[in-house]
């Protein structure tokens, strides 16, 4: 079972530019987050989505923008990298409405800008 | 606004002791979730467990224990005769429904080592 299958693992960006983290799921789950790693501050939800074609701001969205055109995809794409966006980035999705939600994680993106 | 607070940032200790990793939170809401989560070495996180707020019994799988207590504030995670797989980042987590969706609070993690 592949779950929640994030690409790529790793990558290094310099300042100013730009680039799209892959989210994909295989579980028909209608929700789907994503989520920030920094050392000391556990996640932090960036955004997220409701359905195919919605999207909505979590709780540090700022820097970042999302797309949601496929039911099994949830992309966070950085328009111009900068050195406060490098952190270990992950996506979840869940299947039930509301709060007793499991959300089930990827594997995880380490992103580190120059 | 709700808070999750792990305040053991890191724990070390030898092979079949027992361990216990705190967790205390801050909520308004009558009715809430509260999660653990592990993350291994190799940096996914795995679910271990949801617990809603209505219900303190305590639960057990295996090795495993968690104690929810309403009074205090707590879901504290306990790990009996503890093992070297056992080693990882635990984080405590309280869900919050927003618009339909989940948001879950994550306290700063606990990493745990099991030294042989």
């Known amino acids: 079972n592949a779950g929640v299958t994030q690409t790529p693992k790793f990558r290094v960006l310099k300042t100013g530019q730009s680039m799209t983290l892959l989210c994909a799921q295989d579980?028909?789950?209608?929700?789907m987050y994503w989520y920030r790693q920094d050392p000391g501050m556990g996640l932090r939800l960036i955004h997220y989505?409701?359905?195919?074609?919605?999207?909505a701001k979590g709780e540090v969205p700022d820097g970042y923008n999302v797309s949601r055109l496929k039911k099994q995809n949830f992309l966070l794409g950085l328009e111009s990298a900068a050195p406060s966006q490098t952190s270990v980035y992950f996506c979840?999705?869940?299947?039930?409405?509301?709060?007793?939600?499991?959300?089930?994680f990827g594997a995880g993106t380490r992103l580190s800008v120059l | 606004a709700q808070k999750v607070t792990q305040a053991q940032t890191e724990i070390s200790v030898v092979e079949k002791e027992d361990v216990t990793l705190d967790c205390v939170y801050e909520?308004?809401?009558?009715?809430?979730?509260l999660f653990w989560y592990k993350q291994p070495p190799s940096g996914e996180l795995v679910f271990l467990i949801r617990?809603?707020?209505?219900?303190?019994q305590n639960e057990i799988s295996g090795r495993y224990s968690w104690n929810f207590q309403k009074s205090t504030s707590s879901f504290n995670f306990t790990i009996t005769a503890s093992q070297v797989v056992d080693s990882a980042v635990y984080f405590c987590?309280?869900?919050?429904?927003?618009?339909?969706?989940?948001?879950?609070?994550f306290g700063q993690g606990t990493r745990l080592t099991i030294n042989p």
């Open positions: 979840a999705s869940s299947t039930l409405w509301g709060p007793k939600n499991i959300q089930y």
């Open positions: 579980m028909n789950h209608e929700y």
């Open positions: 989505s409701v359905g195919e074609g919605t999207t």
């Open positions: 909520t308004r809401d009558t009715t809430y979730y």
């Open positions: 617990r809603n707020s209505f219900d303190e």
């Open positions: 987590a309280l869900s919050e429904g927003i618009q339909g969706a989940q948001k879950l609070v």
